[in-house]
């Protein structure tokens, strides 16, 4: 268990979920994280471990089976899952995020339909908007999808699908309207099962780390989707409905990041005590303690960033501003971490014996996806500027 993971700074419900998780982690998925890792395997038995505590339906309201808790605990989840394995988090990432967005923003039909299934989960789901062309940019994407009687055919190229294998249900951004000003009314959201024909998942990509997890590309050739799939049943919100499900996928993000960090981090201080240098422990030379503290008060601020953050997003408002400042934050904040922690075990931090090679593999995604820092640092500037009116 993280020793940063003080009790009273989660509310005592969330406090025991996280602290399950926590033992769960250290027992079940330490020992077993960077073999999954290196081979690149999806790690099914830690799935299901996952799915035993109820995890994929986290966010799932009551009436549907989920445990309907808050963001506060899934944060903290977050958190410990990254400690055990960066990738775990990102497994009931885009699953949370979608049945976030069913939640909040579907039609009745959609949730009876779909938020049952996500609990177990019967199925996973996976968040489709970045294309070859659009990025960051995301309103820049070409992906049609033109109404024909009570269906839409939709055309186009995805990248970039965490889960693009595995998922049941694909929440995907496309175009209704390539002519509206400004162009976000003309995107639309639509669930897109999988196996509907036309609609097929490719190529895995070989990533430098966040393994064991797919992330694969996405085809629409002529795919016919029922009008009953665009999300909330009206054409032109889907770019709204996305961007908040986007603050659950930063706190996510910025969760892992604290994570991943407090895993370098308790590593670290564990061998600066137990390795010699000029006749003494090398946490006893100043400089590396100066280096841990460092550490440990970025871990903290992370954590705090993240939570406050996870806590105006239980409380019902926007909170693009906290999640950018969070995710920005705490991803930036895990590089650095990590670094100081291969300086303190020296030469044998890069060896791929020790878990410190996979963290330095893994930390550089959580400052690209879910937005990367320069776009998170655009968010926050669009906000903070509203209070200031000249
Ligand atoms: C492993 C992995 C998993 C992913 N999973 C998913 C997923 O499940 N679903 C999904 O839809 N996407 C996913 N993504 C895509 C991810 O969200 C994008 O890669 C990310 O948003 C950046 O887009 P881009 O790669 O096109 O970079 P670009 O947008 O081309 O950006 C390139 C560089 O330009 C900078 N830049 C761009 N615009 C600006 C600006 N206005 N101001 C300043 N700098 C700017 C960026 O910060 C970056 O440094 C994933 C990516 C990775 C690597």
């Not at 700074?9 to 998780?21: E, T």
Request: proline letters at 4%; hydrophobic letters at 40%.
């Amino acid at each position: 268990m993280a020793r940063d993971f003080a009790a009273d700074i989660l509310d005592p419900v969330a406090q025991q979920i996280v602290s399950n998780v926590g033992t769960w982690v250290d027992k079940e998925v330490k020992p077993v994280a960077s073999e999954y890792e290196h081979a690149d395997e999806y790690p099914v038995p830690l799935v299901k471990g996952m799915s035993d505590m109820g995890l994929f339906g986290i966010k799932i309201p009551e009436k549907y089976g989920g445990l309907d808790l808050s963001f506060e605990c899934y944060a903290g989840v977050c958190m410990e899952l990254a400690r055990g394995w960066m990738s775990l988090a990102g497994i009931i990432n885009t699953h949370v995020l979608v049945g976030y967005a069913i939640s909040e923003y579907g039609t009745q039909e959609q949730k009876d339909k779909y938020l049952p299934m996500l609990v177990e989960p019967q199925i996973r789901c996976a968040l489709s908007i970045t294309e070859p062309d659009a990025g960051s940019d995301a309103q820049a994407i070409k992906t049609t999808a033109r109404r024909d009687g009570d269906d839409y055919i939709i055309n186009g190229q995805k990248m970039w699908v965490t889960n693009g294998q595995r998922a049941g249900v694909y929440l995907v951004m496309t175009k209704t309207d390539v002519t509206a000003e400004p162009r976000h009314r003309g995107i639309t959201a639509f669930l897109v099962d999988a196996g509907t024909p036309g609609f097929t998942s490719g190529k895995k990509f070989d990533k430098l780390g966040y393994k064991g997890v797919e992330t694969t590309e996405l085809s629409f050739d002529d795919a016919r989707v029922p009008a009953t799939q665009v999300l909330g049943g009206k054409e032109g919100s889907g770019f709204q409905h996305i961007m908040s499900a986007l603050e659950v996928g930063r706190i996510n993000v910025a969760a892992r990041g604290v994570g991943l960090a407090q895993a370098a981090f308790d590593d670290a201080i564990r061998y600066a005590q137990k390795r010699e240098a000029f006749g003494k422990p090398i946490f006893e030379h100043q400089a590396q303690q100066l280096r841990l503290a460092e550490m440990a008060m970025k871990i903290r601020a992370g954590r705090l960033l993240t939570l406050d953050a996870a806590r105006k997003k239980d409380s019902g408002v926007r909170s693009d501003l906290d999640a950018g400042i969070a995710k920005l934050y705490s991803t930036e904040m895990c590089q650095e971490v990590v670094l100081d922690a291969l300086r303190i075990h020296g030469g044998v931090g890069y060896s791929k014996e020790l878990p410190l090679e996979r963290y330095y593999r893994d930390a550089p995604l959580m400052v690209i996806a879910e937005g990367t820092s320069d776009i998170q640092k655009t968010v926050i500037a669009r906000q903070i500027v509203k209070d200031y009116p000249v």
